[in-house]
């Protein structure tokens, strides 16, 4: 089965500090991988996305996640976060850029 | 270049009821996509259209059905209203070519409380 996750429901990080977000998946096939935020009452920002290449993708707002095949996973990474970061994150897989399917999400809360 | 807009952004409706939701998709784009995001889950795919016919759809009931427009716009109809379909309904556009699907873009979404 075609499933996302994210082990983490909340994060709690002090404002400078470093960033990883975990994710793993299980897809049948080659998989598009994506990380999206979400800030409270709005849709859904595209950060990053891998589906070949370099395994080290660098997205958005200064963020980046790297894919481990033999892991099944794809982290999402920020080496200094700032208080603006505090939002929702999701790690997706999909067959290409659509149809996506979402984990059920990683609130990040950021310590002044 | 305008992005996705959904309407209305809130909405309460009783059980039993039926909602339509809008969805006008970004300029340029011919896809649209709808998920559900229930309070503390990740979205989850409801269908895709394009050009004008449903193309894939997820795991949800036939009283979920959709529209698409020839401006490429998109339709949500849920019937039969259940509490359980109390939730942040989210569209997507994208531009479809025949090697795949391009510039995915969330409009903000419809809060649909049912009571």
């Known amino acids: 089965a075609q499933s996302v996750t994210q082990p983490d429901i909340h994060i709690t990080v002090s404002e400078g500090a470093s960033l990883e977000l975990r994710c793993n998946y299980s897809y049948g096939a080659t998989p598009y991988l994506f990380w999206y935020v979400q800030s409270p009452g709005q849709g859904l920002q595209l950060l990053l996305k891998?589906?070949?290449?370099?395994?080290l993708v660098q997205g958005i707002k200064g963020f980046e996640a790297e894919f481990k095949r033999s892991q099944s996973s794809f982290n999402l990474r920020k080496p200094s976060v700032h208080w603006s970061d505090a939002a929702e994150y999701f790690c997706a897989v999909g067959p290409r850029d659509d149809k996506i399917i979402f984990g059920k999400g990683t609130r990040l809360h950021i310590l002044p | 270049e305008t992005g996705v807009t959904q309407s209305p952004t809130h909405l309460i409706k009783t059980r039993g009821q039926q909602v339509t939701l809008r969805c006008s998709s970004q300029s340029g784009h011919n896809t649209v996509s709808w998920y559900q995001q229930a309070l503390g889950q990740g979205p989850q795919f409801i269908f895709q259209y394009y050009r004008e016919e449903e193309n894939g759809r997820g795991n949800f009931p036939p009283r979920f059905s959709g529209l698409q427009f020839p401006n490429y716009s998109s339709e949500l109809n849920v019937n039969a209203l259940e509490l359980d379909d109390s939730a942040l309904y989210l569209c997507?556009?994208?531009?479809?070519?025949?090697?795949?699907?391009?510039?995915?873009?969330f409009g903000s979404g419809t809060r649909l409380t049912v009571v």
């Open positions: 997507a556009s994208s531009w479809a070519s025949g090697t795949g699907n391009y510039g995915y873009t």
């Open positions: 891998y589906f070949s290449g370099d395994t």
